[in-house]
């Protein structure tokens, strides 16, 4: 196996990683984000800690996809592989800021139990939450799955319809947050689930894509096709410094 399919297959891996752990520390952190301000209820400690388990793992998958896509992209646009090495770290340290409201959240239910102040503090943390995961796996995410989809169109390292899918997905849920934002509907609804459908299939698919037939083998080694065309067959090293 060559070096650039492994490296097709550790991204796809990745990939499909992000969506497992984000679904599942969505599904985890809701009994505590919904509950009652200082209110834990049975299993709520046990499924926040996981739910941050969850999203410790999706951070590093995130980083991850990243460093592994970094090499391929960057020979074929360089300022777009920094570009999206860049959007992905603000994505995980968004991402980071709420797993550490949540804990926060758990600890002050725990230990702080009919202290004034409580409550309002507690709400302040979710809503702290509430806002990394606008920012984060919306905003930041849209905006780096444009700029990686745009790479992937311009490059055809994986087939145009797939970088299109990126194309579609990332403006819609940045849209879509900004809707969010001024009230138009909750994220967490048919609706801001329904646009997020089109960057969910970009990921899965370009998942699936890269672990099955990892890249165009042709356009993964054409930035460094040039160079070598320059070179006229039987050339000696000091016919190319003359």
Known sequence: MSSDRRTAAAAGVLFLVTEIAAIGGLALYRPVLDGAAGVLGPGDVTSAFLGALCELVLVVAVIGTAVVLYPVVRRQH???????????????????????????????????VGVAGVGGA????????????????????????????????????????????????????CASAVAVMFGAYEQVSVTGSALAVPVFAWEVVLAVRLIAKGFDPVRAGAADAPRTALVPAGATAGDLRA
């Open 78 to 112: 360089e300022a777009m592989a920094i570009g999206y090495a860049c959007l992905r770290l603000l994505e995980a340290a968004v991402i980071t800021v709420g797993v550490l409201s949540v804990l926060t959240v758990v600890t002050l239910r725990r230990e702080a």
């Open 122 to 173: 507690d709400r302040a943390l979710v809503a702290l939450h509430d806002w990394t995961f606008l920012l984060g796996p919306n905003v930041a995410l849209g905006l780096n799955t444009t700029v990686l989809a745009y790479a992937m169109y311009r490059s055809r390292l994986v087939p145009r319809f797939i970088a299109l899918l990126g194309l579609v997905g990332g403006p819609l849920i």
